[in-house]
């Protein structure tokens, strides 16, 4: 094992600390569900975040990342203004709820109207 990797594992060692991964990060700008794409994620944490750049094809507003790719960031802390092998802009994702809707089959009761019954009267006057 090379120092690095003593570094990483002491890190989560206490009971109290666990390790900070990027895939759990709210500051990640990626698609967390393609792992293997890993190399391409973007850190959006406000410590991270530069002035805008006005793109000169579009005219808008871009935003400008200091130390793009997450990779980047949570290498050996070389300096302060970094997210680092401990994690220190680490904020825990949640997964937003009820974006379609409620869960529960019991809580779900859509607005149906009340159908008329068709008589012998309705079919004669077709």
């Known amino acids: ?9 002491s890190i989560g060692s206490s009971p109290k600390e666990q390790l900070k991964f990027c895939k759990n990060c709210t500051h990640l700008l990626g698609n ?19 002035t805008p750049i006005r793109n000169l094809v579009s005219g ?3 935003l400008n990342l200091i130390n793009p790719f997450c990779t980047d960031q949570r290498k050996k802390q070389l300096v ?4 680092g092998l401990e994690g220190k802009w680490y904020e825990e ?9 409620p869960t529960n ?8 109207k009340k159908r008329q019954r068709l008589t012998e009267n309705d079919l004669s006057n077709l």
């Open 1 to 9: 094992m090379t120092q690095l990797d003593d570094e990483i594992l």
């Open 32 to 50: 967390r569900d393609y792992i293997e794409r890993h190399s391409l994620w973007r850190c959006g944490a406000n410590e991270n975040i530069g």
């Open 80 to 83: 302060d203004n970094r997210c």
């Open 60 to 62: 808008e507003l871009e």
């Open 105 to 112: 089959k019991e809580d779900y009761n859509p607005v149906t």
């Open 93 to 101: 994702y949640k997964k937003p709820t009820d974006l379609y809707g």
